[in-house]
């Protein structure tokens, strides 16, 4: 509840302070930020273990396994 309200408090402010206008971000934003946020998590760690990230080839960069 207090995350939701803190969240409309920003855009409100944003609103009337910058004359910015409320986009809606979609879910495919949120996403693609977590899928971001994800890889970049993978590759610190991989970092601090010695290793290196390399993206396979020919792999879709929206393929996902579970």
Do not use: F
């Not at 944003?14 to 971000?25: N, S």
Request: a positive charge.
């Amino acid at each position: 509840m207090t995350a939701a309200a803190h969240k409309l408090a920003r855009l409100i402010y944003a609103m009337l302070t910058r004359g910015q206008p409320y986009t809606d971000q979609r879910q495919a934003y949120y996403e693609e930020r977590y899928r971001e946020r994800v890889v970049a998590s993978l590759t610190r760690r991989a970092q601090q273990l010695g290793l290196q990230r390399v993206p396979l080839a020919g792999a879709s960069p929206q393929t996902t396994t579970a």
